[in-house]
């Protein structure tokens, strides 16, 4: 056990954890938006759209991420060589991290959609035809009624894949983003302390994750009073 | 325009049957792993002593926390600098058994929630032990609560098992990997790897079903 090469390195993981927490940030952000607004389509019976992306939502929940991060490598991001200043311009540093980010949002929000949809479709139809004798408008009955007992019951699943998107971003190392995972590599491939190594990431990523559960919580609680 | 040739495939569906093989082995063996695993975990998980259940519960927290590429790597690249040294398919099967284990744990144990409080007291009143009670009397019924999350725990568990391919184990998604880089022919790999996983998880929730239709209890669906 010779942990001195954790110090040494110190600084490269942790820029690769800015990495992690970066694309993790990202997802989150944009497969909320896009999970919502794919839940609700599947929720409306707006017919021919809702099936579409049924269909998408069912495929997408039966293949592996890493299946996606790579098809999503190989076939999308090779028009976008000759844009590598357009990435940067809003952010994002190589094509990289957009093909991982591209992949796990249109996961993610897969999973959302699912979460979201259940969520809806668990609040009784007797409420809103009694908020609809109550002369609620539609506004109204989505404001007061609908949401505040939706998003209670879907708080939980919601945090879970959270948690399970920031794992995942380990997976973007396969396209060798150097992120948390692939910055471990990188420094145990050229040292022999690969058991110190990987313990220490281990911790980092539980760490990471407890804490993403205490804010959870935190705003959670802060929601409910 | 981009026109599909799926002969690509039939040049070397040797290749791809024995990935499709070594995909469905690595599944069965990891969730017979993590089944017994998770049954283990669970026990301790209930266990009336406090400091058991702290510290198992910390222990399936920290595993739940942690990607499970991390896992794999901590056994197939960490273990041999402490002079442990195992094949690259066990080290799959044992990681991907571990880290599913932590999930069918918490599966089991919101099964036994369900599992009315007096039974487990009754099983005492008639003097069976705390394992046995836990065996013949709360676990099976706990099973037949949870059916449904254990199919998709199961699911998650074929879909993650993608992931032993980084060390180098040829299951389906090595040889689809393998593929799109030797001959790019991406759209033929990626339909055929949708067919593949998409079977997969579609017949161990067709199982679900078929298991939830025979085994669920009557009663736990009047209560709900």
Redesign the interface.
């Known amino acids: 056990m010779n942990f001195s090469i954790i110090t040494h390195n110190f600084y490269f993981l942790m820029q690769g954890l800015g990495i992690t927490l970066k694309v993790a940030f990202i997802s989150i952000m944009l497969s909320m938006l896009f999970g919502t607004i794919l839940g609700v389509i599947r929720f409306s019976k707006i017919f021919i759209l809702s099936r579409i992306v049924g269909l998408f939502i069912d495929i997408t929940r039966s293949i592996p991420l890493i299946l996606y991060i790579i098809f999503i490598h190989f076939s999308i991001s090779p028009y976008l060589y000759g844009h590598a200043d357009f990435l940067r311009y809003i952010g994002i540093d190589c094509l990289e991290m957009y093909s991982a980010i591209v992949a796990i949002v249109a996961f993610t929000s897969a999973y959302i959609a699912e979460i979201i949809r259940s969520g809806l479709q668990s609040i009784e139809k007797e409420q809103i035809m009694a908020a609809k004798a109550l002369s609620l408008n539609s506004y109204q009955i989505i404001k007061y009624i609908v949401l505040p007992q939706a998003i209670t019951r879907m708080k939980p699943a919601l945090c879970a894949q959270i948690i399970t998107l920031v794992k995942d971003t380990s997976l973007a190392s396969a396209i060798g983003l150097i992120e948390l995972t692939r910055a471990t590599e990188i420094v145990y491939e050229t040292s022999l302390h690969e058991f110190e190594l990987l313990l220490f990431v281990a911790l980092v990523y539980i760490t990471l994750n407890f804490l993403i559960q205490r804010i959870l919580h935190m705003q959670e609680k802060m929601l409910n009073t | 325009m981009y026109n599909l040739d799926f002969s690509i495939l039939l040049t070397d569906y040797k290749i791809i049957l024995d990935g499709i093989y070594t995909t469905i082995f690595v599944s069965i063996v990891a969730s017979v792993l993590a089944f017994s695993l998770g049954t283990f975990f669970v026990y301790f998980r209930i266990s009336p002593n406090l400091l058991v259940k702290k510290f198992t519960n910390f222990i399936v927290?920290?595993i739940?926390?942690?990607?499970?590429?991390?896992?794999i790597?901590?056994f197939y690249?960490?273990?041999?600098?402490?002079g442990i040294i195992l094949p690259a398919i066990t080290c799959g099967i044992l990681a991907l058994g571990i880290y599913t284990a932590a999930y069918i744990s918490d599966a089991l144990l919101s099964g036994i929630n369900a599992v009315p409080q007096e039974h487990s007291q009754a099983s005492n009143a008639l003097g069976l032990t705390r394992l046995q009670s836990f065996l013949y009397v709360v676990y099976p019924q706990a099973l037949r609560h949870c059916i449904y999350i254990l199919g998709s725990t199961f699911?998650n568990l074929i879909?993650?098992s993608?992931?032993v391919s980084?060390i180098a184990v040829t299951d389906i998604?090595y040889v689809?990997?393998k593929g799109?880089a030797d001959s790019?022919r991406?759209?033929e790999y990626?339909i055929l790897?949708?067919v593949v996983?998409?079977s997969l998880?579609?017949f161990v929730l067709l199982m679900t079903n078929i298991l939830q239709k025979i085994y669920k209890i009557p009663s736990a669906e009047a209560r709900a």
């Open positions: 927290n920290c739940r926390n942690v990607p499970l590429l991390i896992i790597y901590l690249k960490g273990f041999p600098s402490l699911m879909k993650n993608s992931l980084f998604f689809v990997y799109i790019y991406i759209y990626f790897a949708i996983y998409c998880t579609g």
